[in-house]
């Protein structure tokens, strides 16, 4: 019986060592075009930086400095991708050191880092040297994550400790307006209130923090130009902030409403009550949305979802705790003292009994918000594996504080302990009478384990390694003519790239030739918009965009168009590769899973009685009980049944804009594909080469036909176009579809 009754405190002390409360971090860099202090031959075109998780565009900047520190150009967020940082680059780039000055605002948690990198041109130089971010925690953030946590907890914990607790234990019919005596309810409703002005006073400090970050200015000049304003209405943190005080408002209304109706409707006052435990809840869930845990690479909304449990649970013991710290006195003055011992026996009791598979969920889930964020051994040695074993250090006596309360509270396991460690010198002495004096130390080093959580929040990750590995960009050349092309899809992968094109004859760069460029995915017939490259500096010509959205194989079609009109083609195939995409997301391993389902089981754990509690009440037969069984299996069906459906109707819509070509084009649309179409088309398809109204129109929809509309009509004819006249082969068909195809204008994006 001891070892039983030992077995789940062990349990929760290893669970400790390994455990976290609720872990948040900052965004990093998963790729860098170029590379920090790599040796480049030639100057970049554009610089590129891509993060794990979106950026406020309005509040991150990117500036390009000489070795000497003056600014040579800045750049942006991506107009197509919210997670990039670019920056085209100035023509004529010499040689030497340059400095790239990052300073992205993650739109997750509205944090912002500044830090810097360098590249070389040429030579490297071996003085210059990058600043890495600083990962600090800010302390007026600390301050109001603190603030707005405590109250958070406060509201939550002392809301559900009335509808969970103090009701069962306390709770009398015969006390109008809440159910308990007026002095325990307005001591509740004065927590309550004090909770809503802590996060009014916390939400105000976080928008002026918030302000000072954005602009990186003082906060003197945050009030006097009202940047504020900017800050609130330009960014998700300002969503968010704007959402969570329309909701004080509302629970202010709330709590004024449950005391004015106390005595008039008391049947709406308790209604209300009972009700504001859902409102915390959703004040603490506004917190996960804007935290760290929604820029997780590990499946972010499980992230958001865990760490939203988590929270709750330690809402509810810190807020629960505090709560009965400032009730108990009042609530116990006129009982004598073994009035005060029933009283407060009752309350633990009920408090300790629901804790239990609460603090489990607490240590579980803690592991796996750690896991989010901890991939490698050495992540440990890093100021945020460090501010997460001092925040340990604070909640390991608050978990033994808990234990002595919930053994005290059960005579019978605490004297067998005794007896068991009798022979142990002091160990008695860790098993006193339960009673308020250890709540309020208990309390305590929750607070400063609060404070300490605040300073982990404001705390950067650690970067791990893997998505930083270094793909090599595909890259070929041809000859065309005279010309010499050179063609490289940086970096290579699916999502947004860019299209380098470097021109030059008889080695020389060449500067009087316009180039464009068009992206083709011939498996599923899919042919972007013809992009007019810019010519970034004699003879490299630059586009970008988001054209190539999965891994296969893709043709890269450039026009070189000359000053006179003649235009020479060139033409790439490339197999893209998954690999080379910007990695923002990780699949869960073993352990995540295994902490999901212990987070299940525990949560099972906790609803059972509940549920099994509402199933006696009802008072169901078995004929009725197989009844619902049966209406939530239906139910059940019927979601995933329309969970299928919704997902077969999208992949339907998917197919209907844009169904499988039923014939795929083989040929590579290069010089020689065009010059053979040509001759084909001159000799085979005579009506064709006319300027009838069919033709025209034809022509007019080249840029949205795909390539297997085209051969359908040149085998069997378009409206009053005949099909091309010979027997022609498979392969010759698409030479003159590829030549066809040169009748459409070239697009200026």
Known sequence: MLKSNLLPLLTVLVLLALGAFASQAHGYVVRAIPADRSTLERPPTRLQYWFSEDLEPRFSEINLRDSAGAIIASGAV????????????????ADGAYVVELRPAFASDGHVIAESRVFF????????????????????EVLWRAMLNLANFLFFGASLLYAAVLMPAWGSARHQGGGLPARVMRRLRNCLAAALVLALAASLIALLQQSMVFFNTTAAEVLRQNLWQ??????????????????LIFCAIMLFAAEYFRDLMPQLANGIWRGLPWLGALFIGLSMVTGHAAGSTLLPWVAIAVDWLHALAVAFWLGGALT???????????????????????????????????????IVSGIYNALNFFIAPADLATSYGRSLGFKLLLALPVFMLGAQQHIALRPQLAARLKSALANIPLTTRFFPEPGSSLLRIEVLLMLLTLVAAAALAATPIPEPDLPLTDIKAPQASLTVGDFTLTSAVIPGGPG?????????????PVNDVDVHLQLVNPARGIRSAWLRAEQVETGLHVAAGDDIDRAGRWWTLIDLVESDGRTSRAAFAWEINQAAAVQQSRPPGLIHVLALFAIAALLTWWLYPRARGLIDALSLSLASLAIAVGAVAVSLGIMAAGAVM????????????NPPPSVVNTILPDAESLRRGEALYREHCLIW?????????????????????????????????????????????????????????????
Do not use: H
């Open 230 to 247: 900017v800050a609130l209405i330009g960014s998700r943190f300002g969503d968010i902030w704007t959402f969570r005080l329309v909701l």
């Open 324 to 362: 009965l710290t400032l009730l108990l006195p009042v609530a116990l003055a006129p009982y004598d003292a073994e009035g005060k011992r029933q009283a407060l026996r009752a309350i633990m009791l009920r408090f300790s009994r629901i804790m239990l598979p609460l603090v489990a969920l607490i």
């Open 646 to 657: 919704i997902s077969e109707q999208q992949r339907n819509y998917e197919l209907t804009l």
């Open 689 to 749: 080469q006319g300027q009838s109204a069919d033709f025209r129109a034809l022509r007019n929809r080249l840029d949205s036909a795909r390539d297997d509309f085209l051969y359908d009509a040149f085998v069997t004819g378009w409206r009053g176009l005949p099909p091309c006249a010979g027997d022609l082969g498979v392969d010759a068909r698409w030479d003159v579809i590829n030549y066809f195809r040169t009748f459409e204008g070239r697009g200026e994006s």
């Open 496 to 508: 947004v790239n860019t299209y380098d094109s470097v021109v030059s004859r008889a080695g020389a």
């Open 78 to 93: 991506d107009d197509k991708n919210q997670a990039l940082l670019t920056l085209r680059v100035p023509p004529g780039l």
């Open 121 to 140: 041109v040429g030579t490297e130089v071996g003085d210059i040297e990058g600043q890495s971010a600083d990962d600090r925690a800010i302390p007026l």
